[in-house]
């Protein structure tokens, strides 16, 4: 089973959405730019992104409306404050929300979190996804394991973002963050692909 499309699209993203902006910040930082203005200025890529998405495809991404609205909120309160590092911990909603949607599903959810992304993300294998899910429990169980790893790095993550923003220097924090949330996320992804691989694999042989 090859992971090419998924791979790229993973890669654009990360790009897209986490090194771009990063990048931007220490740009402008190099040309003495004050670091409220320059993260305000670093956060304009996924905001436009999802503000395209909103307005060209009328389509709401619950996630992508949610980090939009937090870009917004958290841009307002810094620009009145003055205080650089309310926009520090930016992403650490993303992680937060995310992280809290996964734990709770496995409460009281009939899917995990996970499982329902992943059909969603691709609709022509959800009837397979479906019916694995219906017939074996080896088949559920993997699943609920990766929601769970996700969730509680999703929260960890999320925590150690809002840690650093309070505590580190402003203009260690941008490089702290990516590096550690693209660390976490290829980490996740191989864990997860390990995890259900197996899962899979034993439910074939049974």
């Known amino acids: 089973m090859t992971h090419t499309s998924s791979d790229r ?37 996924p905001a436009i992104r999802s503000g395209y998405v909103l307005v060209r495809h009328r389509r709401i991404d619950p996630i992508g409306a949610f980090v939009l609205a937090m870009l917004v909120v958290n841009g307002a309160v810094a620009l009145i404050s003055g205080d650089p590092r309310l926009l520090l911990v930016r992403s650490a909603w993303v992680g937060l929300l995310l992280g809290g949607l996964m734990l709770a599903s496995l409460v009281v959810g009939r899917r995990p979190f996970l499982f329902r992304v992943i059909c969603t993300l691709q609709p022509a294998r959800a009837a397979e996804l479906e019916a694995g ?74």
């Open 9 to 45: 699209g993973g890669l654009t993203m990360l790009l897209r959405d986490v090194a771009l902006p990063m990048a931007l910040f220490y740009v402008l930082r190099s040309f003495d730019v004050d670091a409220l203005w320059a993260l305000l200025v670093s956060a304009l890529p």
């Open 133 to 206: 899910w219906a017939a074996d429990e080896d088949f559920r169980q993997p699943w609920r394991t990766v929601t769970l790893w996700w969730g509680v790095g999703g929260v960890l993550l999320g925590c150690a973002v809002v840690l650093m923003a309070f505590t580190l220097p402003v203009d260690v924090v941008p490089f702290l963050d990516t590096a550690l949330t693209v660390g976490c996320l290829l980490l996740g992804v191989k864990l997860t692909r390990q995890r259900l691989t197996a899962g899979i694999n034993r439910t074939v042989d049974a």
